[in-house]
């Protein structure tokens, strides 16, 4: 697996590795059957890392499952752009206020003062937004992370079953695709459950994005 | 840009011109047991925002079941105390008053914040009983949401910390742009007035004059108090204490406002002006001024407070009864704090 080490310390991963929790990025195993070769193959053209960044107390196991299914399901929707999802680092707020975005703004506060550190996308997983939305980004989101509103925001209960949905359009929409509002197939249809299909022409859009990084 | 769930039955909507008359019971019953966590169909803060939005009668009932119920997790019953807070009736209130003998601190923040907006003297009380036994982030919650009441009752309460010079953020003049603050046309006025119905924090707003302030890719709006655009309300701030309006961002996706500001002015220890104190409605200081006061009229200077996050800005003017006048308004695109950075989660070791 000399291809595999090669690509794994590529996208920042050392010592001592395990599949399933590091290279994937999965903390409750496996969300299906998983190939490894296809994920290499993704990471050696253009990729993206994430940082989910949790605003709550510790998710219990079930939305842990929940969360992975939810990358798997991304990774799924951005396979068929041929566009990799890499390496997933997880990180908390350590400081209340932030479980339940009462006001829009105060999501726009959230990722106007917090980030994660490094090259990774910050995905803030709040426990829920009040009011219609469930889920903020910017358009074109910025790679400066000292820049506004430089994260996305999900509210995770609210957006449960649909958080694979959520979680690949808001990464969308912070990657440079705006909504697809004629097209309800679409993984960027402005309303969850959609069909999370992606088109050659957004994939095109997304890998211009200054965070997607080229081929390991 | 937002993504939104769309109900698996019939919504009724938030803003609309046809008065809904008979509400479908089937719907009634799907959503109260969505509320309660029966139904896989809809997610229980879906449900409390369409039953909110619906005229259906005793809908506090509902999200007292949950506020109430101990075995629900303290976020859910959080989430039914905020919502109960825009509920706004005296029923609503009662409820919060209630449940201000909850332990967790989550529930007893939000029960707080809830009472801060919808809330009367009666409340006032509540919320400083809130604040002498808890600590942490439930005590700061009730800190604020009793001055909130204390300023828009213009009663005694908690005193707002009024920045130093050095608190505010300089705007460096390379870096800075001029942002427009103008006027809005009544049909805006309307839609602002609307999506706000169930976020007035207790305050009448007037519906002229609204300015619109745009920067960058974000429009707000201030809407004033109606007590703050009378002939010779702005004489009245040199002597009381008052939450003399709203300032809301507009998503751009729903097209609907939110409230985001709260715009809270008290007579100025220091000097012989008015402290105007602009805070997040979760309470954080963001924006900070002063006004001085000559018959009618009232010049105004605000700028950024320190804090992670925030941007340079500085705005000023004039206002007499309502209407601005605005001399300078110029802002930064970028954060002058650096941000505060996320703590890695402890790993779990792989067996």
């Known amino acids: ?216 | 840009m937002s993504l939104k769930i769309e109900p698996p039955f019939k919504l009724v909507p938030r803003i609309s011109e046809v008065a809904i008359t008979d509400p479908d019971e089937v719907s009634l019953r799907k959503l109260r047991d969505a509320v309660a966590g029966r139904s896989p169909q809809l997610t229980r803060s879906r449900a409390m925002e369409i039953l909110l939005a619906s005229d259906f009668p005793n809908k506090h009932r509902d999200l007292q079941a949950v506020l109430m119920n101990d075995g629900e997790s303290p976020e859910v019953r959080a989430m039914a105390a905020l919502y109960l807070g825009k509920v706004n009736t005296p029923a609503a209130r009662e409820v919060l008053v209630e449940a201000s003998s909850a332990r967790d601190t989550l529930v007893l923040g939000a029960v707080a914040s809830a009472l801060g907006r919808i809330g009367d003297e009666t409340s006032l009380e509540v919320v400083s009983r809130i604040l002498d036994g808890a600590n942490g982030l439930a005590a700061e919650q009730a800190r604020f949401a009793a001055a909130l009441l204390s300023h828009r009752l213009d009663v005694r309460g908690p005193e707002l910390q009024t920045p130093n010079s050095d608190d505010y953020l300089k705007l460096p003049p390379e870096a800075a742009r001029p942002f427009r603050v103008e006027q809005t046309g009544s049909n805006e006025a309307e839609l602002c007035l609307r999506s706000l119905a169930d976020q007035s924090f207790g305050i009448e707003l007037a519906e002229h004059p609204m300015y619109q302030v745009r920067c960058g890719n974000n429009a707000w709006m201030l809407l004033l108090s109606r007590d703050a655009v009378f002939p010779g309300a702005t004489e009245r701030l040199r002597t009381s204490k008052s939450l003399a309006g709203i300032i809301a961002i507009k998503d751009r996706t729903t097209r609907l406002y939110s409230s985001a500001f709260l715009v809270l002015t008290a007579p100025s220890k220091q000097s012989d002006g008015v402290a105007i104190l602009i805070h997040r409605t979760t309470g954080d200081l963001i924006f900070a001024g002063t006004m001085q006061v000559v018959g009618r009229r009232a010049s105004f200077a605000l700028g950024a407070v320190r804090r992670p996050g925030a941007f340079p800005m500085e705005l000023s003017g004039s206002i007499e009864d309502g209407y601005l006048d605005i001399h300078s308004a110029r802002s930064t695109q970028f954060v002058a704090i650096e941000k505060r950075q996320a703590t890695p989660e402890r790993r779990i070791t792989a067996r």
Not at chain 1, 88 to 111: M, S
Not at chain 1, 135 to 151: E, H, W
């Open chain 1, 1 to 216: 697996m000399t291809s595999l080490r090669h690509v794994a310390t590529c996208i920042g991963l050392s010592g001592k590795i395990s599949i399933v929790r590091d290279f994937y990025g999965y903390v409750t195993g496996a969300p299906k059957k998983l190939s490894l070769a296809n994920q290499v193959r993704l990471l050696q053209g253009n990729h993206i890392h994430l940082n989910l960044i949790r605003t709550t107390r510790p998710f219990q196991p079930d939305v842990q499952k929940q969360i992975d299914q939810a990358l798997q399901f991304m990774r799924d929707a951005y396979a068929t752009v041929n566009m990799g999802v890499g390496r997933i680092q997880r990180f908390f707020v350590n400081q209340g206020g932030y479980e339940i975005i009462v006001d829009q703004d105060v999501a726009l506060d959230l990722t106007n003062s917090w980030s994660g550190p490094g090259d990774g996308i910050d995905i803030f997983l709040v426990f829920l937004i009040v009011g219609p939305a469930i889920g903020m980004s910017p358009v074109d989101g910025s790679c400066d992370k000292d820049s506004k509103q430089s994260g996305s925001v999900i509210g995770v209960l609210d957006s449960y079953p649909n958080l694979g949905t959520t979680l690949a359009h808001e990464v969308g929409h912070y990657l440079g695709l705006e909504h697809e509002d004629d097209l309800p197939d679409n993984l960027m249809y402005p309303s969850a459950p959609n069909g999370g299909k992606l088109y050659g022409g957004q994939g095109g859009v997304m890998k211009l994005h200054c965070s997607v990084k080229p081929g390991c």
